[in-house]
């Protein structure tokens, strides 16, 4: 399988006025095309730092981070811009990459079309739902056709029951547009629900303590019906132990 | 019209009575005050040489013809318009440099933060010097009032503009600029129309200080004339056409808003 994202001894440290802060040490791995891979750790343990590094809004301070293609990324909130369509919220990525044309604005409207979002295009954000507005989140940085989809804490704003379908809905869309994707939360059962493999950090400075693959015994489910399975119970107890949580 | 219940329709009735009751007072109040001043004047309790009189205010406006009224608040209107334009345009454009440099606006703070205390109608003097007697000094004073509000109230929207909005522009690999023009610029419609309802209230102040000082024509000059040659209806009736003037212009602004927003935020 190609690899598309490697991280070499990755070191960053953040100069604040008070300090040094060790944000992440000595962080190697791997992701090979197709994956989804799961981050979790503690807070404040450098997930989305990571993320940063990955999308290069971020040089690391030492070590390198080699990424084949382009990355895309999604945040917490879905940062629809209020004063456009969803249609212009969606073209706004390739707008700033100089990439509205025919083509790119075709597929944008295909993806609007095969998402459920086509009869809302004329709509303003602060009319859809907030799956919906996730869902157009997702087609706006899906639009710009990365290789490798950066999701950060990209349902934490949604209540739980909508953070549930979310989930799956999105999961379904990464597979079938067959996204290599990193997703960073700090919701354990999330994190083992959403992924084929886990890399769990240590608290500040973030190294990497875990790196398994995970394997349940039906192959093709949703991250909801993941949840049901033996094998999630058995990943939730050891990385809850090894999260050592304390109050 | 849809169906309503006898609630709704009962609640409707009284929102609309308290709205015309709102209006017949403000009607009143003002009816009042005119009819008490024209009044008292004609009874000899207060001299209408020295407080006018709403009829002879009447009269000066009716005989716009002879008195060149018209010129007058064409003036003023075209130095406010002028100075408010030039303001908005030059105020935006150092903000946005003072947003786009962080070094330049650490640099600038102080100088910003004195000229913004600093009372402007004291380079009044130095203004008629440097450009000249006329109506270039009037709106360089109207400027020298509004711009330094503008570029900081300007730049303390565009700051504040929602850090996880311009995050996710810059993931799509947006420029700075990119970000300005995408982002920033238009998450601060707002700011900018609150702005603009503020300035248009301070240009003219700057304008009538600016005729005070020096011109020969606009509604500020009238006033100052009017005073001096102890003419009280021409001083009233420069004031009365004044605050209507003042009026005007904000509900324009406030319309021009309204349109924006429509057409920015559908409905």
């Given at each position: 399988m190609r690899e598309i994202l490697r991280f070499c001894d990755v070191s960053l440290t953040y100069q604040a006025e008070n300090g040094e802060v060790d944000a992440l040490r000595d962080i190697n791995f791997e992701v090979y095309e197709g994956e989804l891979v799961s981050i979790i750790g503690p807070s404040g343990c450098g997930k989305t730092t990571l993320l940063s590094l990955i999308a290069g809004l971020e040089p690391p301070t030492n070590g390198e981070v080699i990424i084949s293609g382009t990355p895309g990324y999604m945040l917490q909130k879905d940062n629809l811009l209020d004063w456009r369509t969803i249609r212009g919220n969606v073209l706004l990525g390739l707008e700033i990459c100089g990439k509205k044309t025919p083509e790119g604005i075709r597929y944008v409207e295909n993806l609007l079309k095969t998402y459920g979002l086509w009869e809302f295009r004329d709509n303003h954000p602060s009319q859809l739902s907030g799956g919906m507005r996730q869902r157009a989140a997702l087609i706006r940085t899906l639009a710009v056709k990365p290789e490798l989809l950066l999701l950060d804490e990209a349902f934490s704003a949604l209540d739980y029951q909508t953070r549930l379908v979310v989930a799956d809905d999105v999961f379904n869309i990464l597979r079938r547009e067959k996204k290599t994707s990193v997703i960073v939360t700090h919701d354990i059962a999330e994190g083992i629900s959403m992924a084929d493999r886990l890399i769990m950090l240590s608290k500040r400075p973030g190294k990497v303590q875990t790196n398994i693959p995970l394997k349940f015994e039906a192959a093709n489910t949703t991250p909801l019906k993941r949840r049901e399975d033996p094998a999630f119970r058995e990943y939730f107890k050891m990385i809850w132990e090894g999260l050592d949580v304390h109050v | 019209m849809s169906m309503c219940s006898p609630n709704r329709l009962a609640y409707l009735k009284k929102r609309r009575r308290r709205t015309r009751m709102v209006r017949f007072c403000q009607f009143m109040i003002l009816f009042l005050f005119i009819g008490l001043w024209e009044g008292l004047a004609r009874v000899g309790v207060i001299d209408a040489f020295l407080m006018s009189q709403p009829s002879r205010v009447w009269r000066t406006v009716a005989n716009f013809a002879n008195n060149n009224l018209l010129n007058h608040i064409g003036v003023t209107l075209f130095e406010t318009v002028a100075g408010f334009a030039i303001g908005v345009v030059l105020g935006i454009l150092i903000a946005f440099i003072l947003w786009y440099s962080n070094f330049l606006a650490k640099v600038s703070e102080p100088f910003l933060v004195v000229l913004n205390a600093l009372p402007k109608i004291a380079l009044g003097p130095i203004i008629i010097i440097w450009v000249g007697a006329g109506m270039q000094a009037v709106i360089v004073m109207a400027l020298a009032i509004s711009l330094v509000v503008t570029v900081m109230e300007m730049l303390n929207g565009f700051r504040n503009t929602d850090a996880e909005l311009i995050k996710m522009a810059r993931t799509f690999g947006a420029s700075r600029l990119q970000t300005f023009i995408k982002i920033t610029f238009p998450s601060n419609l707002h700011t900018l129309f609150n702005c603009l309802k503020i300035n248009i209230g301070l240009t003219l102040v700057g304008v009538i200080a600016g005729e005070f000082l020096v011109?020969?024509?606009?509604l500020g000059y009238l006033i100052v004339y009017g005073g001096q040659v102890f003419q009280m209806d021409l001083v009233m009736t420069s004031v009365i056409i004044l605050a209507v003037v003042a009026a005007l212009l904000y509900r324009m602004v406030v319309f021009l808003e309204w349109v924006v927003m429509r057409a920015v935020k559908g409905n």
């Open positions: - | 011109s020969r024509a606009g």
